[in-house]
């Protein structure tokens, strides 16, 4: 079946460093891949939508230049955070969507980031 | 707009009870999916089912049901005979044309 790997599973930063994530389609090609973010205890908030060699799209209130993402080939997507504050502190979660079949969204395991 | 309301928080049963987990959600699509996922304190999701508009048949998976309902927008997920390692949060997600949206979800602590 599908499978999405993303790394790591934690990280731990300083205030004001950058930690990049990745988020892989292992034995699909995905078109579009999700990123989300999960406070403790709360639901998973979309945070963008990127399409492979284009820009992403993200939701209202989601600083862009904070979380810049890049989506350079069918198989990986990246999510930066930039300058990254303990309230960027959260557990993100990647999704890549295959348009076609019956992969419809596979999830990875998920980042838990911690900014002290 | 496309929402999700899972409106119970914390559901707590005793092992062996049944329980249901409710879901309403709103798009304006008439083509959609529909998700439930479990995620365990790890926080990995765990994919449970995916239901199309077009496929009102209710599903049973061992000790999993689900019954979809177009005309009431719901799509309840029974678990019978729950037991300890059921314990966890479960998400209710709408897919539509445009993305994937999360209801609230529901912690379902089950005691021994």
């Known amino acids: 079946g599908a499978v999405v790997s993303q790394h790591p599973s934690w990280v731990i930063c300083k205030s004001g460093t950058s930690v990049k994530i990745e988020c892989r389609s292992l034995?699909?090609?995905?078109?579009?891949m999700f990123w989300y973010r999960q406070f403790p205890k709360q639901s998973l908030m979309l945070m963008a939508t990127s399409n492979e060699g284009s820009k992403a799209t993200y939701e209202q209130g989601v600083e862009k230049d904070k979380f810049l993402i890049n989506h350079a080939s069918l198989t990986l997507s990246t999510l930066t955070v930039t300058s990254a504050h303990p309230e960027d502190s959260s557990f993100y979660i990647c999704?890549?969507?295959?348009?076609?079949?019956?992969?419809?969204?596979?999830f990875g395991s998920g980042t838990r980031l911690t900014v002290v | 707009a496309q929402k999700v309301t899972q409106a119970q928080t914390e559901i707590s049963v005793v092992e062996k009870e049944d329980v249901t987990l409710d879901c309403v959600y709103e798009?304006?699509?008439?083509?959609?999916?529909l998700f439930w996922y479990k995620q365990p304190p790890s926080g990995e999701l765990v994919f449970l089912i995916r239901r199309n508009s077009f496929d009102e048949q209710n599903e049973i998976s061992g000790r999993y049901s689900w019954n979809f309902q177009k005309s009431t927008s719901s799509f309840n997920f029974t678990i019978t005979a729950s037991q300890v390692v059921d314990s966890a949060v479960y998400f209710c997600a709408l897919r539509d044309y445009n993305d994937m949206r999360f209801g609230a979800g529901t912690r379902l602590t089950v005691k021994p």
């Open positions: 999704s890549a969507y295959s348009g076609q079949g019956n992969y419809g969204y596979t």
């Open positions: 798009t304006r699509d008439t083509t959609y999916y």
């Open positions: 034995d699909f090609q995905a078109t579009t």
